[in-house]
């Protein structure tokens, strides 16, 4: 392939002294292959570049050098030098495959099961990413991020290319059902230490404690080994929907010197990555301070094969920190904050009852601190399997 491209050429030296002639070719720098004496004349083959080196050493061994043939790519393109017209398509040419090979044209989705084709087009599109939009200007890494950020359902997307089609595959969130094995015996268990203030409903098993009994974490509240009248032993899946009464406290701190972060917009500079050197393409201008920078590389492509050039996409986002002091009532206010989002995710989502709570603030040194103490109520029963041998 090499040799094609370089050119080879078929030669003849007249000679009296062919093997003098071979030792200085030898002693030069020139790469001579195929050589051959016979009646008189040297033969052989030499690339294209060595043909004056090697006409040097014969002049200077008065001896004629005759080119007898040559064969290569470099020759043929010579011969269409002076031919600019054809020069020129070629050129067009080359640009149009490097272009097609970096734009996208073909889209592939792959793992959408409840979100249909189209819903997937319109969000890569938003993003930036649709049927002729140009590859290297766009970091798939964001247009993943923001998929899965900004479409409700979707757990995870991938992005990648392959010359100019795009492969999406995207993971949607899916509920399994909860499958209850209620033909595997269990007991059913306290899950924390209370005292029970209601039951609900026991519809198999038997209760064990009675209606404002005190049960500890792990106590059986209803039996899933059940005792006949006979005294035969057998199991059963026990459920229980029993309501338990029970005591948390939580403890949060906030510091006088409260730290804020307010970020700017994002803006995204790009530069060309020739063989490992980064060379901006638009000048650097009000350089932010303070910033968090994200960098992507994508490749050119030509004919489905990365290039050892391509484009950086710096995303940067600027942000400032201020500093402020607290009073002791900012400080209470954004200790409240904090305990209302915790019962907000720890209490309401999960069903908790919040019977009575009680707050108390302690200074600290450079802050406030308060500790809350709850009284809930909230199902209380956990599963517990029953291992059986050879139960049925």
């Keep these: 392939m090499l040799d094609h491209l370089r050119g080879i050429i078929e030669f003849t030296i007249v000679t009296d002294s062919p093997e003098e002639l071979i030792n200085r070719i030898r002693l030069s720098s020139v790469s001579a292959k195929k050589l051959k004496a016979a009646d008189g004349c040297l033969t052989g083959e030499c690339y294209g570049f060595d043909k004056a080196s090697l006409e040097k050493i014969a002049l200077s061994a008065h001896s004629e050098f005759i080119e007898t043939g040559r064969r290569g790519f470099i020759f043929v393109l010579s011969k269409y030098r002076r031919r600019y017209g054809v020069l020129a398509g070629v050129i067009a040419a080359i640009l149009m495959v490097f272009f097609l090979s970096n734009i996208t044209m073909r889209i592939n989705i792959y793992g959408n099961e409840t979100m249909s084709d189209a819903e997937v087009l319109s969000v890569l599109g938003d993003a930036g990413i649709r049927i002729g939009s140009y590859l290297p200007n766009i970091s798939l890494a964001r247009v993943e991020r923001e998929i899965v950020s900004n479409v409700e359902g979707v757990a995870w997307a991938g992005i990648k290319r392959s010359g100019p089609i795009v492969s999406v595959e995207i993971s949607e969130m899916t509920k399994k059902p909860e499958i209850t094995p209620t033909n595997m015996p269990c007991n059913v268990i306290s ?14 098993g038997m209760l064990v404690p009675m209606l404002y009994d005190t049960v500890k974490e792990g106590d059986i509240l209803v ?76 490749y050119f492509n030509l004919f489905n094969l990365s290039l050892p050039v391509g484009i950086v996409n710096t995303e940067i986002r600027p942000y400032t920190m201020t500093e402020e002091e607290l009073t002791p009532d ?63």
């Design 191 to 204: 899950a924390k230490n209370c005292q029970i203030v209601k039951i609900n409903s026991v519809p198999m």
């Design 223 to 298: 039996s899933g080994v059940i005792t006949g009248k006979l005294a035969n032993t057998y199991y059963v899946h026990a459920m229980g929907d029993i309501t338990g009464r029970y005591t948390e406290r939580i403890t949060f701190n906030e510091s006088f010197t409260h730290r804020t972060v307010d970020y700017g917009s994002k803006f995204t500079r790009r530069s060309l990555w020739l063989f490992g050197l980064k060379l901006p393409l638009a000048p650097a201008i009000n350089e932010p301070e303070n910033a968090e920078v994200n960098e992507e590389l994508s």
């Design 330 to 392: 900012a400080a209470n206010t954004l200790l409240l904050e904090k305990v209302a989002r915790y019962e907000e995710n720890f209490f309401h989502d999960e069903g908790v009852n919040i019977v009575s709570k009680d707050i108390i603030y302690t200074p600290v040194e450079g802050g406030l601190s308060v500790t809350v103490s709850y009284v809930l109520e909230a199902n209380i029963c956990r599963t517990q399997y029953i291992y059986v041998k050879n139960h049925r």
